[in-house]
């Protein structure tokens, strides 16, 4: 069964857990930690000019944000 996540810009990634409430805590070079109310810490190497593979978007917001596969397929979309 094909992967039904879209691949990202990282801008465009950033924007979507800009929209499930993360904000920039700190930054190193490319690599932000994101923090966000009731949801576990994150660090994100932002590269623009690079896309997330659909692999790499499902593990972010399934595995380490926490959502469930329909929730984050109703973000990506």
Request: hydrophobic share 40%.
């Amino acid at each position: 069964m094909p992967n039904p996540f879209p691949s990202l810009k990282a801008k465009a990634m950033l924007a979507v857990l800009r929209d499930l409430g993360y904000e920039i805590s700190r930054q190193s070079g490319s690599h932000r930690r994101l923090i966000a109310e009731g949801r576990p810490p994150l660090t994100f190497a932002f590269h623009d000019s690079e896309s997330l593979s659909p692999g790499v978007v499902r593990d972010i917001l399934v595995k380490q944000v926490g959502l469930s596969i329909g929730d984050a397929l109703k973000v990506v979309r």
